[in-house]
């Protein structure tokens, strides 16, 4: 019998990534917002990670800076990707993030990873999918990312990252992932489930779904404490037979969340899959554009949320103006900034 999916429905993690990223090679890299050759500024590390307690692998990709061979030490971003998703996707962060000097650790969850799409008989994707949305594995992933910040941290890499900067990412149900290590307070049996790792000082939330099951929204994230940037779109739609969830489920979860220090960024159209690492979703020009505006946007996020300087933040708006539909702003000033564009 299947447990009911109270902190995330099946509808929330239907949500992620349908394709995983191309493995890049090592020399030069396909550049990910246009076709042009990238010297990398990184070194990629793929490393498969055994939780001897409880009997589950957590594969991870991390994206290097060079730098940490002369003695920097990196900031860490972590992030999780959507359902049916890998280590390999979203590169186009992971690469980007790299060249801002961030170290960027993608984890692969086992449970709901691309195995849903390859692990065995076409005609049961759904009930695959359906496994995968099961409330043990949501809390699973947040352990998986537990897990590997303490493997990163106190392994041989460990000297190469700074502990005292780290930020959780994720897309759809990597975004919920995220919520739950920054805080997000569901209870069982009488019990508030603590997935809270205090080691993060900021969450990045694209396409984040609502929190299906459960009545208390606000309860539930109003304990998310620490800055935390949303990412969607007037188009971040899901459809799939039998699910779906609003564009405007994403703008609730921002209006929930109890970040003192919080910024929403809407663009106009696109898709819920744009921020993969699919490249013609939503139209091959706006996403491009899309791609290229969430990188420079999360980077100076990340850079200012962890004492690092403005680095664009403010004027991102007016950069980025022709694809933006809203920018809201609670982030900069006590006083929030809402532009309709």
Not at 102 to 124: E, M
Request: aromatic letters at 8%; charged letters at 20%.
């Amino acid at each position: 019998m299947k447990v009911p999916l109270d902190m995330l429905s099946r509808r929330s993690v239907l949500t992620g990534a349908l394709s995983a990223a191309a493995i890049m090679p090592l020399g030069l890299a396909a550049h990910a917002i246009t076709s042009e050759p990238k010297i990398l500024t990184y070194r990629l590390l793929d490393m498969d990670w055994h939780d001897s307690q409880r009997n589950r692998t957590v594969p991870v990709r991390l994206y290097l800076p060079f730098a940490t061979d002369k003695g920097y030490q990196a900031p860490l971003v972590v992030f999780s990707h959507g359902i049916g998703g890998s280590r390999y996707g979203y590169s186009y962060l992971g690469q980007h993030w790299a060249s801002e000097g961030f170290a960027s650790l993608h984890l692969q969850h086992v449970g709901s990873d691309r195995k849903i799409w390859t692990g065995g008989s076409p005609f049961a994707v759904v009930d695959r999918l359906h496994a995968a949305a099961q409330e043990a594995e949501a809390i699973a992933r947040a352990h998986d990312l537990r897990f590997a910040l303490n493997q990163v941290l106190g392994g041989d890499l460990g000297h190469l990252i700074d502990s005292k900067r780290i930020v959780a990412a994720g897309h759809s149900y990597g975004a919920n992932t995220t919520l739950l290590a920054a805080g997000a307070q569901v209870k069982r049996q009488g019990q508030m489930l603590d997935l809270l790792d205090s080691r993060l000082q900021a969450a990045i939330l694209i396409s984040a779904p609502p929190f299906y099951g459960e009545s208390a929204r606000d309860r539930i994230l109003k304990p998310v404490r620490v800055p935390s940037l949303h990412i969607t779109a007037t188009d971040d739609v899901i459809r799939i037979p039998g699910y779906y969830s609003a564009a405007d489920d994403r703008i609730a979860i921002f209006d929930a969340v109890g970040s003192a220090r919080k910024m929403l960024a809407v663009f106009t159209g696109g898709s819920h899959s744009i921020f993969t690492d699919r490249a013609g979703t939503g139209g091959l020009r706006l996403n491009a554009q899309v791609k290229q505006a969430t990188c420079e946007l999360t980077a100076a996020f990340m850079h200012n949320a962890l004492g690092h300087g403005e680095h664009g933040l403010q004027t991102w708006p007016n950069r980025h103006a022709s694809i933006l539909s809203r920018f809201t702003d609670f982030y900069s000033s006590r006083t929030p900034v809402v532009k309709v564009l």
